[in-house]
């Protein structure tokens, strides 16, 4: 399979070397005398030529030139209307006209199509647009175009491994499909279909994912051959499953309120219960590397005073909120008859929690009304340090020994690097970057309007759209 | 939009050295601030909580409080004004047995929640009809033996008033026949779990509660020879389910409304909502 569509065009670059061709029209639209020229493009990283006009000062390229180096096949009827199809995109032109169909939808180019000696030119940027190349301009001025075939609204991205990201896509049944990206190319495979299964939650190897079905049964899928075996029947409710640090076990919060930490061997369904405090609502399970030491957030709910004994139309009903923000917890299972030690006591939310690799702190974003929220540590001795210092940190996420900030700013974002108590700025990104995705020894990627990007030597490329 | 990504995004130098001088307040990810605060239904109080952790990651200036002391205090506190949204188990804007609709709330369907009949682990009875059940919640039948099972004392359960599985129960599986409400057999408890726990450690109990909080240490029993499965809900055979409703005081804004959009997006309904055990509301033709 090619995968390597893209199309780098350096028209606009002096240095390439072209070749004008004397050229005389019979079509109407066309000059008697326009010139044709030789460009030369980059498809795929390859010198191509593609034939170029100039009308009217707009650059106009050979339809069947880029159409061909993109990938796409076509079909001209009548002499006068041109269909090109491409990654199950067909785009229909016709000479004379600004008119493009794409599909079922009408659209408009910057200028009409022009047919010179029997080939069709349209204008650049609406003619890659209707076939769905994605168009950037480099620094440069050179003027990419990628015709990767992509996936559409892909969401929850996380990486496998170094050069592979897991996403999912809704599927229209209601159901949700995974897929595997390649995020050098955006090349995508499907790994795991389902209208059941919990999301999957992939082990650090990179080579499993673990997940629960309606029933609360788990299982865990090899993501090289795609298939799932059961390792456990228990119907239990499991909020949430955490694969220890050698991708041996699973750990989970079971029941509704997710009041209990377990541990299931996949190798013989085995759970034992790890904690039983009879405190109900624990969330954001973290698991030390020696599966011992344990961060998690539990929020209490509010309290109700209702008297039922009274009408209903009396409204004879109190909530007291006080004390529902979520706190964090630690527990050290080595210690004999150890309790579970709160680690934090501020009304303040607390979102993104998670542990470092050592477990030697937790780490959260703490938001309070009307102020930034800071991204914060907090040890097992319960002392708090602010990671990133006056910056209002609106996501973060852990990839091995490093956290990653997304930070708000006035004019859109920033992605900080924090290592211990060094931070260092990665990037500067637009307002509509919503969540970075982090992995151990991976490039960093962004969310950008539903799009997923990844760093890819300096540049960032679209692996989804 | 792209071309606006594009000029933005795209070619931005990494490692960019970029001078951290003012402190700025969020503009980016999401705009979206305020305070929600959800009374109600404590069936349905872990997928609030569930949906209230995912939603404050994407929206982290918005803080969630939840709540729960039965269905019936959640319009409740809507009308009152102490709540955003209010939990209940039936459509509180309509009339329900034992409850008048309240005026001027909008219901807003959040999933669905199949009931189940459930016996203490020792009761020889898997099945009973809807006229065994309307006999032995209303204290007509007394004895397991008159429904085909051993000779022992029925101990009834049942939800206090207010509840709403026990709204949907009585409209469903009794079909609004009334319960029995005193005698030395008879017992009312005020959560799912106090339900739970009643028919898990008293012998001959029976009960009724949400399907997904059925435990190994209980029996749920077929209806009219139907077992309370997701499949038979969805399928229409099994007739003892509703849905879960969030109430508002007129239509939602703001927060509140982008919140009651994320628990009804698919991609709440098809991931957490099914990890616990209710039924994504598109499931229900």
Redesign the interface.
């Known amino acids: 399979m090619s995968m390597k569509k893209t199309v780098i065009i350096s028209v606009l670059a002096a240095a390439v070397s072209t070749s004008a061709v004397g050229a005389v029209s019979a079509a109407p639209a066309a000059t008697a005398s326009t010139q044709v020229t030789n460009s030369t493009f980059y498809v795929n990283d390859a010198v191509t030529t593609v034939r170029t006009i100039v009308k009217d000062g707009v650059t106009l390229v050979s339809v069947r030139d880029l159409g061909v180096a993109a990938g796409a096949t076509f079909t001209v009827t009548g002499g006068k209307t041109v269909l090109a199809y491409l990654n199950d995109v067909l785009v229909e032109l016709q000479d004379g006209s600004t008119k493009v169909r794409i599909g079922d939808e009408e659209g408009e180019l910057g200028a009409a199509v022009v047919n010179v000696n029997n080939s069709f030119y349209a204008e650049l940027e609406g003619f890659a647009s209707a076939l769905g190349i994605e168009q950037t301009t480099d620094a440069s001025g050179k003027v990419w175009l990628d015709a990767t075939k992509r996936l559409t609204d892909a969401e929850d991205p996380i990486w496998i491994d170094a050069q592979t990201l897991l996403v999912s896509t809704l599927a229209e049944d209601g159901g949700r499909v995974d897929y595997k990206v390649n995020a050098a190319t955006g090349e995508f495979t499907e790994v795991f279909r389902t209208s059941t299964a919990s999301a999957l939650t992939v082990a650090p190897n990179g080579a499993k994912a673990a997940y629960t079905d309606e029933t609360g049964a788990v299982y865990v899928l090899d993501l090289a051959t795609k298939s799932s075996s059961k390792v456990s029947g228990d119907d239990t409710i499991k909020p949430e499953l955490v694969w220890s640090a050698d991708s041996s076990a699973i750990y989970f919060l079971q029941g509704d309120k997710g009041s209990v930490i377990a541990k299931l061997n996949p190798a013989d369904g085995a759970i034992t219960k790890v904690l039983e405090d009879k405190v109900d609502y624990k969330a954001d399970l973290a698991v030390s590397a020696d599966g011992k030491k344990f961060f998690y957030s539990v929020t209490k709910p509010g309290a109700v005073t209702a008297d039922a004994n009274k009408p209903v139309e009396s409204d004879d009903v109190a909530i007291d909120m006080t004390g529902t923000e979520p706190q964090l917890y630690f527990f050290d299972s080595s210690v004999k008859d150890g309790k579970p030690a709160k680690l934090t006591e501020k009304a303040d939310d607390k979102i993104f929690v998670g542990a470092s690799a050592d477990a030697g702190q937790a780490y959260y974003i703490s938001s309070e009304e009307n102020k930034v929220s800071s991204l914060l540590a907090v040890g097992a001795d319960k002392s708090v340090k602010s990671l990133l210092e006056g910056k209002d940190v609106i996501q973060a996420t852990a990839a091995g020994d490093k956290l990653y900030a997304l930070v708000a700013t006035a004019t859109g974002g920033e992605v900080y690097e924090i290592q211990g108590a060094a931070s260092k700025l990665l990037y500067t990104v637009s307002e509509d970057v919503s969540e970075i995705v982090a992995g151990k020894g991976a490039s960093v990627a962004v969310v950008e309007g539903g799009a997923i990007l990844v760093d890819n030597g300096g540049k960032w490329k679209k692996v989804t759209k | 939009?792209k071309m606006?990504?594009?000029k933005?995004?795209?070619?931005?130098?990494?490692?960019?050295?970029?001078m951290?001088t003012?402190?700025?307040?969020?503009?980016?990810?999401?705009k979206l601030?305020g305070?929600i605060?959800i009374?109600g239904s404590s069936a349905l109080?872990?997928l609030t909580?569930?949906a209230a952790?995912e939603f404050?990651?994407?929206n982290?200036?918005v803080?969630i409080?939840?709540?729960?002391?039965?269905s019936?205090?959640g319009p409740?506190?809507v009308?009152?004004g102490?709540?955003d949204i209010g939990a209940v188990d039936w459509d509180a804007s309509t009339d329900v047995p034992g409850?008048?609709k309240f005026d001027g709330q909008v219901a807003h369907k959040v999933a669905v929640i199949p009931f189940a009949a459930v016996v203490n682990k020792g009761v020889g009875v898997d099945n009973l009809t809807t006229k065994q059940l309307q006999d032995i919640f209303s204290g007509k039948v007394k004895n397991w033996k008159e429904v085909g099972g051993n000779d022992a004392s029925i101990v009834v359960v049942n939800r206090?008033?207010?509840s709403g599985t026990r709204v949907n129960f009585q409209m469903k599986a009794l079909d609004g026949s009334d319960f029995m409400s005193k005698g030395d057999n008879y017992k009312e408890v005020k959560s799912s779990g106090d339900m739970k726990t009643a028919v898990e450690t008293t012998p001959n109990a029976i009960g009724y509660m949400d399907l997904?909080?059925v435990?190994?240490k209980m029996k749920a029993l077929k209806i009219n020879d139907v077992a309370p499965t997701?499949a038979n809900v969805i399928n229409g055979k099994y007739k003892v389910w509703g849905y879960g409703y969030y109430m508002t005081k007129g239509q939602p804004t703001g927060a509140t409304k982008a919140f009651i959009e994320y628990i009804q997006s698919?991609?709440f309904?098809?991931?957490?909502l099914?990890?616990?055990?209710f039924i994504?509301i598109?499931?229900m033709k």
């Open positions: 939009m606006k990504w594009f933005s995004l795209a070619f931005t130098t990494l490692a960019l050295a970029v951290a003012a402190v700025p307040v969020a503009s980016a990810a999401s601030s305070k605060v009374n109080l872990p909580l569930q952790k404050k990651k994407l982290p200036k803080k409080s939840a709540s729960a002391a039965g019936i205090t409740q506190s009308r009152k102490i709540a409850f008048k206090a008033f207010g997904v909080y435990t190994s997701e698919k991609t309904q098809n991931g957490s099914k990890k616990l055990k994504p598109s499931a």
